[in-house]
């Protein structure tokens, strides 16, 4: 790679790794990975039974990813994107095809260290076969200033017997401007797991809106949602499960947390159009328990540190 490549190279493994990722699965030829710095890909690695096909686009790269049938993955793959400079726009379009009796699990780390104004946008097509799984991690790093607007729509279909688990984490930096959205379809005995797990501050505003919509028999989802707020900060969740098979189960859980002057929303929609179905749903939404923070600072520590170690815990 040219000078200029290998240093922004360099540069977003510092911020991968200040993400919490490790930067020696990159250069393991064993282990498959992609990098992506606005709409340059600095590098990628396959392994036997995975397609890795990245094209760049004005705004971004177009990402089609594909695990052949009979292949299982199951060291993560690692993948790396971002923006560098403070201002930019990154349009990721990616595909995930599973093959009948395939399965993948990958890591996403999302860095934006420096922002002032980044628009990150990520439309995501999730497609699994028969008797496959692909666990997917999405964790972000942003600056301290908020100034990124994260916008991910992820869609797709659970196939016959298979198995998708999907997680967000945004707790590392400021949110600024986050709006999720999944719509998933659930075939016969599949099974859908959506965890999002984001914590707040300042100004930042929150929406996600997770649907589960389980047209098999016997297919399940749970959908569980966890949002700690601070400051002047807002959001709002919105979790849907609709039932159209018999025996098919869901659940959603969300619990959201306020501290001073912020404010939250949540939204439990539950549909059943099957007598055999069954969906059902929790929501709560208060405060931080103030005797843990108080016996945390009876052991020693400041209150911003006894609230960080408890909300570590909940979004865990």
């Given amino acids: 790679m040219a000078t200029k490549i290998l240093d922004e190279y360099a540069e977003m493994m510092r911020a991968y790794e200040q993400s ?4 020696g699965e990159f250069s393991n030829p064993n282990v498959p990975s992609i990098v992506i710095s606005g709409n340059k890909v600095l590098g990628k690695n396959e392994v036997k ?7 760049p686009t ?3 790269v177009d990402v089609k990813i594909i695990v052949k049938s009979g292949t299982k993955i199951l060291y993560p793959m690692a993948l790396c994107f971002g923006v560098l400079p403070k201002e930019g726009t990154q349009i990721i379009n990616m595909e995930a095809i599973i093959e009948d ?6 890591i996403s780390h999302c860095v934006f260290p420096n922002a002032k104004h980044i628009v990150h946008k ?3 097509n999730v497609k699994l076969g028969k008797h496959s799984f692909f666990r997917y991690e999405e964790i972000h790093f942003h600056g301290k200033d908020g100034g990124v607007e994260v916008v991910p729509f992820t869609s797709g279909t659970v196939g016959e017997d298979s198995y998708f688990k999907s997680t967000f984490t945004l707790k590392e930096g400021r949110v600024g401007k986050l709006d999720i959205k999944y719509d998933m379809d659930v075939e016969e005995n599949g099974k859908l797991e959506l965890y999002s797990k984001v914590w707040a501050k300042g100004k930042d505003t929150v929406n996600i809106e997770e649907k589960g ?3 098999g028999k016997e297919a399940k989802a749970l959908i569980k949602s966890r949002v700690v707020l601070q400051d002047e900060s807002h959001s709002k969740v919105v979790s849907v499960v609709n039932a159209y098979a018999p025996y098919s189960r869901g659940h959603v859980d969300c619990m959201e947390i306020v501290q001073d002057n912020a404010v939250a929303e949540a939204v439990p929609i539950v549909g059943v ?3 055999l179905a069954k969906v059902t749903h929790e929501a709560a939404i208060g405060s931080l328990d103030s005797k843990e923070i108080e016996t945390l600072e009876a052991r020693g520590l400041t209150e ?3 609230i960080k170690v408890v909300v570590g815990a909940l979004l865990k």
């Fill in 20 to 23: 919490g990722g490790n930067v």
């Fill in 49 to 55: 039974g995975l397609i890795i096909e990245p094209t």
């Fill in 58 to 60: 004005k705004d971004g």
């Fill in 101 to 106: 009796n395939a399965g993948m699990n990958a």
């Fill in 122 to 124: 990520m439309n995501y």
């Fill in 213 to 215: 919509n389980l047209k």
């Fill in 273 to 275: 159009s099957n007598h």
């Fill in 304 to 306: 911003d540190e006894a």
